[in-house]
């Protein structure tokens, strides 16, 4: 069966950089797995941040960017705020429709 | 603006049936793709189904395949989950996502959920 991986935790402080991985328990992430991301923060409705790998939403800050490194989606975030405190979900288009997402990664901002 | 509202969730005994509705507003509904996405207390996201633009393709988790039921009606800009032989770990909130263009298979819009919770 396949498992998406995230990062279960991570932690930034004020103003730093922190990039939030997406991988496969096997094989690797690619472009064609379409990977996007998602905030959540409590008691919200998710939030789309990125699309397509590295498309960008209007109205996300340009301090969020996706990408592909090595094996793994990755989203980093540049200049990390305390408000980016939430957590973070990736999802990734597999064979046949199905979408799948990974565990999420909490972040901390301190 | 976009707007997604569902409403059905509530308490069902084990086994037993319900019914969430997701009613879309501010966008042509015909043209997109819709999914259900669910999330137990606690934990995190799951997706649980789509639908395309037409009803002509649907996809199922595993975890629901053969017990749920997605469906739209175009006509009322309405999107439908029917959730059969529940099982408390179908206790979540669901929700109703529209998908980005179709390309994308992206969840560009999110309601603010409808809570079902199978108990006895």
């Known amino acids: 069966q396949t498992v998406v991986t995230q990062e279960p935790s991570f932690s930034v402080s004020p103003g730093g950089t922190v990039t939030l991985t997406c991988g496969l328990n096997s094989g690797s992430v690619s472009t064609n797995h379409l990977p996007s991301w998602y905030q959540q923060t409590p008691g919200q409705a998710p939030r789309m941040l990125i699309y397509l790998t590295n498309g960008r939403p209007s109205g996300v800050p340009d301090r969020f960017s996706g990408s592909i490194l090595g094996d793994r989606a990755a989203l980093t975030i540049t200049g990390a705020q305390a408000d980016d405190e939430s957590d973070y979900y990736c999802?990734?288009?597999?064979?046949?429709?199905?979408?799948?997402f990974g565990g999420g990664t909490k972040l901390t901002v301190l | 603006d976009v707007k997604l509202l569902e409403s059905g969730g509530g308490l069902v005994q084990p086994g037993g049936s319900l019914r969430l509705s997701c009613a879309a507003s501010g966008f042509t509904f015909n043209n997109f793709d819709m999914s259900w996405v669910r999330q137990a207390p606690g934990k995190g996201l799951e997706w649980v189904s789509t639908?395309?633009?037409?009803?002509?393709?649907?996809v199922y988790a595993d975890s629901v395949k053969g017990r749920f039921t997605i469906s739209r009606d175009n006509s009322k800009n309405t999107l439908y989950l029917q959730m059969n032989s529940l099982r408390a770990d179908d206790t979540a909130l669901y929700y109703c996502a529209k998908d980005s263009a179709a390309a994308t298979r992206a969840f560009e819009y999110w309601g603010q959920g409808a809570l079902v919770t199978v108990s006895s």
């Open positions: 999802v990734l288009y597999m064979d046949y429709g199905i979408k799948a």
């Open positions: 639908v395309s633009f037409n009803g002509d393709s649907i």
